[in-house]
């Protein structure tokens, strides 16, 4: 591990380095107004000043929509060919503390038992460069509520922290001190004056988080004791099945994967994973029609306790990061922070 300081006139010329022996994905702004990540190199300049995309750098790592193999079948033979992701160095710039660890909680599920080769070639080729926060993202941030933290290091290559007129860069990882190597001219050393200001600034930003669970080392028990409590059934009521909350989330990972079929002269398509949340009808029924959670509220309880109860039994964390992006672009405002207070307090 090593401390490294990068002027911010450094920066760009860094990106450009980085650009030279693979993909950059930067945070930049929409036309709507959004910001979300894209690929350095079309002309538009490189900033870290975003506060949070709409869209976490997750899709980098897991696409929404991944080909596994295509297939061809005639009257005579059926032919298969394999898709496999491109081995092509990636790296992505300014994701914040939770959204790395997101990735590093993906990489525990992806890399469990039944390990993954289409996540793990895209995973292995890519590198993280996180943004410390000064100052919460959203004001739904719960981070620290969820073993987290605005400064974390779980996920990271290299952790920047901004230092006004430059960044600490702390070096993580192989990969990190490989990416300071791209252009080792632009980083000087970091001195003792500038590792007490980002500890400063470290210790400041945890204060300034206003959200926080009431009790969430209680949620895993209580959540086993709820499954058939009538709290689901009350706060999955303004629900509409969006599927904005897990499909905007930085570590939901479920998938669906169909045969996209075309019919011409010979049977052919394409077999694809695709994203699937649980907050979908559909998502569990069983092809003899049954449905076991057929209606809103225990897709509301399913996806709760996953990430607070199933996630915490199997992989020992939680499976939320605290980002705040479901309950802040909840259409209907449903706010899990309340529900798992609600939570929290049942039987108290």
Known sequence: MMEKILPKSSL??????????????????EENGRWNYGVVGDGRPVSLDVLQTTLPPKKILFPQREPFLAFEQTEDDLTLQEITPP?????????????AKAAWLLDKFFGGEFKDPYYWIR???????????????????????????????????ILLTDLGDR???????????????????????AKEQDRQEA???????????????????????????????????????????????????????????????????????TRVRTWDTCQFPDF?????????????????????CHKFQYFVESFDHFQCVGCGRCISLCPVGIDIIKVLDKVSDHGA
């Not at 080729?125 to 509520?145: D, H, I, Y």
């Open 199 to 269: 500890a400063r600034l470290h210790s400041a930003s945890e204060k300034k988080i206003q959200r926080r669970l009431k009790n969430s080392a209680v949620l895993a028990a209580k959540l086993k004791g709820l499954f058939t409590s009538p709290l689901w059934d009350e706060e999955s009521l303004s629900c509409i099945r969006c599927g904005i909350c897990t499909y905007l989330c930085p570590s939901c990972h479920c998938f669906d994967i169909n045969d996209e079929v075309e019919t011409s002269a010979s049977l052919k398509g």
């Open 123 to 157: 995973r292995e080729a890519t590198a993280l460069v996180g943004l410390a926060c000064l100052a919460p993202p959203s004001p739904n941030c719960f981070c620290t509520s969820v073993n987290g933290s605005p400064h974390g290091e779980e996920g990271p290559d």
């Open 284 to 304: 569990t029924m069983h092809s003899s029609g049954h449905n076991p959670r057929p209606d809103k509220a225990s897709r509301l309880r399913q996806r709760l």
């Open 12 to 29: 760009a010329p860094w990106v450009k380095a980085l650009a030279a022996s693979g993909r950059v994905f930067a945070p930049f702004e």
């Open 87 to 99: 081995r092509e160095a990636v790296i992505i710039l300014g994701p914040r503390p939770c959204e």
């Open 167 to 189: 960044y600490l860069a702390k070096v993580l990882s192989p990969k990190g001190e490989a990416l300071v190597q791209a252009a080792p001219g632009l980083f000087q050393d």
